[in-house]
């Protein structure tokens, strides 16, 4: 098809769709100055636009003299993606315009007990189900959905899109969460990556790490990972691998994420509190036997209302995460390390005591921030990857 007019005429809007996805608002005669594209050729290949429903008119702008242009924008409403945030406690689903506007979000608790008595479709039929209330709400049906993005706690295999490793609370339920599953369990493509890797790209994007040449996003929660970018492209490696710190070896031989994840952190607390044999004062409930109640979330509100033990606790636990930044800081020497996930997330109390460490002992200095997405880290990375492939497709659907 090279070189024939209809490939010609494809070029074109592809062109003028990039010019107004960057742009915004422009006229027929805006767009000719910013692509180099003659008028008449503008002129028609935005009426193909239009007829595709990919652009639309806004109406007339308001110059000053003469006759007024009309506007033209993309039509970031045409279709809709989605992300969906697999984790070990929470499923979260997003919903997103073209322009990655999330128009709707919600979180799930994560049920696995019924997906391993009645087999991997129970936890197909529950994604499926949250996605249709999801479409109901803002009345879209399937067909207006081009893509899902979907994050995994796991290792994905990027050939097969299997997954060859997943967090503790989801072992055995890889073969849910394979491709092939989701993929025919939902009538739209369907994206699968890391959720870590997710993560790093949301912040990229529109986040914490917004045009840092190379940076990491380090995820400290059910479990523990990283996802590395340098000029905006994910770092994958050998099999995917490419930041599984979880299984990094402490100086004890226990994987780091054994020493760093939640359940990790309470037993540095247990252990604290066994040598000490005192109790903890919560903030909220007085004195409070911390070897019977303790929670990641009860240690870090403990610590905030200036308890001794709690932040004794932390100082020793922020040691632990400081020699694994050292490791990854002298190896790729980043701009940036973004502490995030259930546990890191908790910057107010860990970035002090982090920072002190990288002043006085790192012999590469990176700057150390929190997620600025949170909790929508991974699913902001899963909007961007659906709306990445569902560009995609449009351009080569015009190209066909």
């Known amino acids: 098809m090279a070189g024939t007019p209809q490939y010609i005429r494809n070029l074109n809007e592809n062109l003028i769709m990039d010019a107004l996805i960057t742009q915004g608002t422009m006229s ?14 503008v002129s028609l290949a935005v009426e193909h636009l239009i007829d595709r429903n990919l652009v639309r008119e806004m109406g007339p702008a308001d110059n000053a003299q003469g006759r007024k242009a009309t506007l033209i924008r993309f039509n970031e409403t045409a279709y809709y993606v989605c992300g969906i945030d697999i984790g070990a406690t929470r499923i979260r689903v997003a919903l997103s315009d073209l322009n990655g506007e999330i128009i709707a979000y919600r979180t799930y608790p994560m049920v696995v007990q019924g997906a391993y008595e009645r087999g991997e479709a129970t936890m197909l039929e529950l994604l499926r189900s949250h996605m249709n209330e999801l ?24 050939e097969s899109g299997r997954i060859n490793r997943i967090v503790d609370p989801l072992a055995g339920l890889e073969e849910a969460f394979s491709l092939e599953s989701l993929s025919g369990a939902f009538p739209c493509e369907v994206i699968l ?20 040449p190379l940076f990491v996003f380090f995820s400290i929660g059910t479990g523990t990972g990283a996802g590395i970018m340098v000029h905006g492209q994910l770092l994958r490696g050998l099999g995917g691998l490419t930041g599984e710190i979880a299984e990094m070896l402490v100086d004890d031989g226990r994987r780091l994420e054994e ?15 066994d040598q ?22 009860k240690l870090f509100e403990a610590a905030r209302s200036g308890e001794v ?3 004794d606790i932390l100082q020793q636990y922020s040691q632990k995460i400081a020699s694994a930044l050292r490791q990854i800081s002298v190896v790729l020497a980043p701009d940036l390390i973004v502490l995030g996930g259930g546990v890191g997330g908790n910057g107010d109390m860990l ?9 006085e002992q ?33 351009q080569q659907e015009a190209m066909e």
């Open 276 to 297: 000490h044999d005192e109790l903890l004062e919560v903030a909220d409930s007085g004195a409070d036997d911390l070897h019977r109640h303790l929670t990641p979330e």
């Open 309 to 311: 033990e709690a932040l």
């Open 351 to 359: 970035l002090p005591l982090l920072r002190q460490i990288i002043s």
């Open 362 to 394: 790192f012999p590469v200095q990176p700057q150390l921030i929190c997620s600025k997405l949170g909790e929508q880290a991974v699913v902001t990375g899963a909007v961007q990857v659906a709306i990445q492939q569902t560009m995609l497709n449009l």
């Open 135 to 158: 479409l109901d709400e803002n009345h879209l049906n399937w067909d207006q959905i081009q893509c899902i993005g979907f994050g995994i706690p796991g290792v994905v295999l990027p």
């Open 28 to 41: 027929r005669a805006d767009i000719s100055r910013q692509t180099g594209l003659s008028k008449p050729t």
């Open 193 to 212: 990556e890391n959720d870590v890797n997710l993560a790093a790209l949301g912040e990229y994007r529109s986040g914490a790490a917004a045009g840092y």
């Open 259 to 273: 020493v760093l994840s939640a359940d990790g952190l309470m037993q540095l607390a247990k252990d604290y509190l």
